[in-house]
């Protein structure tokens, strides 16, 4: 049985210093992500695109529409 072997008590597994030391601080997400867009900011740059876009087509379309002059 190669996979049997002692397991030590909890209590012994755990290095004393653990107990001892303080929780470390936390830090806001926002320090972390510096450099990336906030998803927000890209959805509204993406719906801005997409509604010149459309805009712009429909143009296109009024003017296609337009009556010939011959």
Do not use: F, H, K
């Not at 909890?10 to 992500?33: F, R």
């Not at 867009?37 to 296609?64: K, T, Y």
């Amino acid at each position: 049985m190669g996979a049997c072997i002692e397991v030590p008590e909890l209590d012994q597994a755990v290095p004393e210093w653990v107990d001892q030391s303080e929780y470390p601080a936390l830090v806001s997400m926002d320090g972390l992500q510096t450099g990336q867009v906030p998803p927000e900011a890209e959805a509204e740059a993406l719906e801005d695109e997409l509604a010149a876009r459309a805009a712009g087509l429909r143009r296109r379309a009024a003017a296609l529409n337009a009556q010939v002059v011959e």
